[in-house]
């Protein structure tokens, strides 16, 4: 079940479309700083339209479960090539063998989707599904020009806006469902062995799609924020009970987060975080509303943002649907002097020969590996303070503390170990060697999901 690089071209074409082998051989080529493939199909010339067949040629040439795969999916997945810049075959019988990859690949693709369908605990965050959706919907418009080119192109095909969006919508979320099967499945797999001869003759297959090496840094961090003192914690505290009594004498819950909450991204939506599972919150949050029975309301519960209080809206097996009311615990100016302060005695001792790795555990975990290597044209995505730190830094060189806004309005201080500068330049085999082992791992545990699939969901491919 191995794919050409035809049909892994065909693939990385269409972002609505998760491709089932290619999640990490993508993540290569990013790393590897390759120029990045076209985030859809989508030209003046031609626009995708999702779920539209228009004027195809028509005929059921597969049925994978109860869900059919019409010729005009295929097809139109040609047309998305063809406007993506990728060369068609002229000749018929090279025609046909492209074709019946991207049947093979439409057939992989429902096939994850299906059993992903069937798992009711397989969810999408509405969020991640609104983000998503919006910026493939400005990608569009910024390759037609305007929205008003869009609509021309779309009323060509017989589809008004609201009816595209929402079809779009549909085949993201279809696309983000399939992907957390995916590395759910993935997840919880066993460990492949690759041959070191398989790795590299991948490398040697691929090299040439690898491109150049980037310039890139190695650091290592440790992030110091200011503890609010005690005092704060228990004014926090007490304004939360507050807030519980006025629950306990009727006030609506909801409205009480809109108003009063200070979690700017729930409080809008009256306290609602949506579904959540253990792991995705701090312990003592977690705690509490796994405690709590359907629509019960939480006594106040602290953790390092503040004072909570927590009610959960529904139960569904491991997940618990939940809102809350958070007071925030804000650092007085002399808790942000301390931490100030300690993270220079940690830059100090670190001068001295003391490994920053001492630090991790007094430290905030802020996301990043320890040590991370970044590209340096993504240092962009790091808080500002510290990218323009190491922007200018060079190698063995220690910084801080370098003031970085980890919350709106709650500054930290981070203490950072520059390891290694490389400049950019030809991309060798130790380079990438292990990511090419995670690629091979990958596409085998994947090629055993897809045969269990296919032993459990029937397929029946006619063409």
Known sequence: MSRSPRMESAVRCDPRRVPVRALAALFLTALAGAPGAPLAAQTPEFLPSP?????????????????????????????????????????????????????????????????????????VPEGRLDQETEQAWQDAVRRFGSEATMLVALESEGMTIAEYRGALREEIRKGLLSERFVQSELSEARIVPVEEAEMRAFFERERASLGERPATITFDQVLFSPIPSDSVKASARERAREFLALLEDGEDFAELATRFSDDPGSAQRGGDLGWIRRGMMVPEFEDAAFGLFREEVSDVVDSQFGSHILQVQRIRGPERMVRHILIATQPTPGDITRARERAAEVRTAVDGGTALSEFYEEGEEIGLPHPMTLPRDRLGQLPSGLARALDRAAEGEVLGPIEVEAEPGRPAYAVVHVEEIREAGVLGYEDVRDQIRGVLQDERLQDELLERLRSRIHVDVRW
């Open 51 to 123: 779920g539209l067949e228009g004027n195809l040629v028509d005929r059921v040439v597969a049925t994978v479960g109860d869900s059919a795969v019409f010729l005009s999916q295929i097809q139109e997945q040609v047309l998305r090539l063809r406007a993506s810049g990728m060369p068609i075959p002229e000749d018929p019988e090279e025609q046909r063998e492209l074709e019946r990859e991207v049947l093979d690949e439409i057939v992989n693709q429902m096939l994850i989707l299906n059993a992903a369908a069937q798992d009711t605990m397989m969810t």
